[in-house]
């Protein structure tokens, strides 16, 4: 049997029904839904909420990316996923519903960032290197974490999409 092609990155293995989402199709800048801001879920999240948390997690791996958010498939409530390190074999794969960036640091890093809806358009955004977070998870569980490097920038690019905001709308 021939090899099959290399897909350069391994997509991690999920729990149960997480890991059977459909791949749909991204939402391209200048759609309108890319900016307005999006609905709250709700503490109670529902079999519809996990099964588009799964959706989102299979189109990010498909696609490549680090993060993704709702919007980003069509669906404006406030949901993201993030997985910083699967693309360096260490994958995480984190489930944010109604996130909040509570905190951020004084310190700003420059750093050029590229996103799923605006492809082949990177842009130097300014950042806080580090960002206190609050979500729920699936299970309604409240988190709260300080995130720091990429889950903290990656954290605001997708927080950003939940209010409306995209990087070409303010680059550093
Ligand atoms: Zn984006």
Known sequence: MPKAPSPGWV????????????VRPV???????????????GYLPDAEIRVLAAD???????????????PQIGV????????AGWKDGRPAPVI???PEIIGRSDRL?????ECLSIPGQPVTVRRADEVEVVWYDLAGCRHQQVMTGADARIAQHEADHLDGRLIVDAPA
């Open 76 to 83: 404006a409530q406030r949901v993201f996923v993030m997985d």
């Open 56 to 70: 989102l997690l299979a189109t990010m791996y498909a696609a490549g990316g680090r993060g993704l958010a709702a």
């Open 109 to 113: 890093l420059d750093a050029v960032e």
């Open 11 to 22: 997509r991690p293995v999920l729990a149960d029904d997480l890991g059977r989402g459909a």
């Open 27 to 41: 939402v391209i800048h200048p759609d309108p839904i890319l900016t307005q801001p999006c609905e709250p879920v």
């Open 96 to 98: 944010l519903l109604d």
